[in-house]
């Protein structure tokens, strides 16, 4: 097994704060890593370095055997590292279709044609095509988070990151949601890190999990481990249950 | 015959486009109204000028009041390379259009970071600063006494149809920075400028790419512009209400859309030719009350009046850009 | 006489005016998140006011102050009722909004270029050329109480912002307007004196700086972007803040008189203006909220 991203010692300082100190994690070729952390432990700082919207104070991302640190976010997206919002944000002006387009056009390399055809077939992966000529703003929360997960396919990644797509969805929609990130690994080959806060969710998806706390690196491996792990549950719950 | 169009040309488009500049290019030989003729070739510089503000202000939702520093600097540049070089005209307004488009990129690259009104208002700073100093560079505007073009015989007749060029020119390239790939890449950025990048758009390059062309556009309409009249003025070509006049065409014809600020260009010459003959004191606050309205009732302007008349709902066009 | 005593006392003076003049600016953009264009309008107003009292009915322009101040807070309130308040707030109206005060600033150029032509006019009143000796330095008395009345503008300013239940609940607004309505707090209508002041200190700011400047309907385009400058350097709502500001931007224009040639002093600002935008762009109109 091969990883297809690497991260090498990452650490962030804002001003006199470390957000994230001396992480390393490696995902995998096929696999759903999970990062999993209270609020505030740098999880979404994590995140904008790996796919480049941050550039880290220290340490190096590679994706396989390229290093990707510090370019700039549409570079790494179009190197095949893309990721989505926590608080989606789709484009407002375009339909759902341009939404996917957009990203086909800028990161597949495809002629316009071929990119079209790869962002319909996006939708109807992700199960928006009957909506694709209507506006975001028209869409529930669920549609809107499939909507940025699509947008993020059409981008022909290797590596998706996936920012709590799921909290904040009933629990309907957070099982089809779960259903989709499965069919995203097995039908379209793409390796995931997610956060998550519904934890349900990340003991079904994920193999693997790491955990940070206060941009630290606290804890990794399998889920069932990690959930007994008492550092773990002392960052969650603070120290007299663990 | 088919011709090897990309696919996001529309045959119909391209068609009414051609027609109308065959049209045009023809009517000269029907009628011999010089007034006219005249008017029509300063119209057709306000449409070039008009469109490019537009790529910025509506296609990147960058609102510039300060893009007479453009014009006055295209302007003077083509003088100065015909007077002290010689270069022949169309060449001389090409490197103008060139120097102008530079001149955009050097301040505005560092500017396009802020959004929305902060823009506007760096770009307010921008224009009036190059005023000044336009007004007080002698080598290259002649001072407050301007600077006097070559006259050749029939130039001014014959630059109709040099401005009907530009005037498509710069109509293709509007409807070519809307329609293709690029186009969606731009309404991207308007509405939000991280997540654009985040999937893959070069927004930084797209936005310097777009801030050149519409500066060379804008700096080629002020070399026409100073062949047209032979003598240019700093304080006319930097001029602030001259920054205004496309911000008004771009609103008053429909900002964002494609061939909106043209035909807000032709309301606007059309109204100051007969406002200045019959009103010449109230053609400002005439244009201030058009904006009042505009912006209050119909912001995409005739443009949007008219798909309301058609019935046709447009939300990607009234969306501006985000906030930081 | 010390030429730099001299600069700096002049420095000094300039920049209470430009504090008072910035200050409404930021005020209605810390609280509407608006930027309002019309403010040169106003500021022009201002002037035309106090200079028309003057010359037709010879009030002293220092007495007509809190008249003409009532009037365009009256006017602010009307201006925000009747038109910005329909637009989209927030990210959609920032452009909107912008164009359409825009528009009223056109509006009024033209009004006041009907009534009072384009001529340049000058407020004199018999203490205009007067001047006094202060700390070694010659200086006009009339500069001496545009800063004396810039300063207590401020003040009572300050004292309204955070002493009164007004100026809490102004503040307040600037913060979190949605928490307002849920505490009862009427959020339109803190919009709408909010605008009304911001105007009111323009007009205040336009009949000052009459008595200083010769002006004409253009007159509050130069001053709208060095209210610009003040309100970028110096964040939102803290008196201070916009007083060091002004402080700055003045002593900039002052001094620059000594290094490049007259003409160009005026570009200074426009060059501040921008270098503070672009430097800056985090910060902005800074994030801290009135306070």
Redesign the interface.
Known sequence: MSAVLRADGLSKRFGGLKAVDNVSLTLDEGRILGLIGPNGAGKSTCFSML?G?TSPTAGRVFLGDREITGL???RA??GGV??T?QIV???????IF?NA???A???SGLD??G?RALARETLEFAGLAARRNE?P?GLTLAGRKRLEMA??L??APKVLLLDEVIAGVNPAEAQEMVTLILRIRDERKVSIIMTEHVMAAVMRLCERVVVLDAGKLIAAGEPKEIVQNPEVIAAYLGKKHA | MKLPL???VRPRALIALLATCAALALGPLLHSDVYIHNLLTLTFIGIAAALAWNWLGGYL?Q?SFGHAAMFGLGGFVAAKAEISMGMPMVFAWCFGGVIAGLYALV?GH??L??R???F???T???G??TR??G??WDWLTGGSSGTSLPMHPNLKFTLYWYALALAAVAMAASYALRRS?LG??L??I???V???????????RLQDLVLFLSGAMIGVCGASYGSYFSYIEPGDMFG?DRS?SW?LMG?IGGIGTIAGPALGAIIFVLLRQYLIASYP??Y?????????LV??FE?LGLTGLSLRVLRRAR?????????? | MDRFAELVIASVLLAGLYATMAYGLGLIYGVLRI?NLNHGGMIMAGAYAGWYLHSEYGIDPYLSLLPVAAVSFLLGIAMYRG?VH??PR???G???S???L??????????A??LFTGNDQTLRTSYSTRAAVLAGALVSVNRVAVFAVALATLIILHILLTRTYLGKAIRAVAQNPDSCTLVGIRVERIYALTFGLGTALAAIAGLLGATLFPFNPSFG??E??KS?VVVVLGGLGSVAGTAIAALILAAVEVFAILFI?A??T??V???L??LV??LR?GG??GQRVLG
Request: with cysteine; hydrophobic share 55%.
């Open positions: 796919a919207s700039p976010a549409f997206a179009r893309v990721r919002h944000r789709p484009f407002a002006n375009l339909t341009e387009v957009v990203a056009v800028q990161c316009h044609a990119a506006y703003a947008r993020a059409a981008c | 990309p696919p996001w939702g609102v301040w560092p500017t970071r802020l929305g009104p902060y506007s208002i760096a307010i700073g921008v009036e600063a000044l100093v007004t007080y790939s969606l890449a309404l991207a308007k509405s939000d991280d997540a654009a990048s985040d999937v893959g758009v070069s927004s930084t602030f205004i911000v609103v004191q109230l400002l606050g005439l244009y201030g009350i058009l904006l009042v912006i209050l912001p939300p990607d066009l009234i969306v501006s850009g985000s906030e930081t | 930027v038109l329909r637009l927030g990210a959609a920032g452009v909107q912008l164009l359409l825009f528009g009223v600033w056109l509006v009024m150029r033209n009004v270029y009907l385009a130069g709208l972007l610009f040639p003409y160009l005026a570009a600002g426009f060059v203006l921008v935008l672009v762009p902005l109109f």
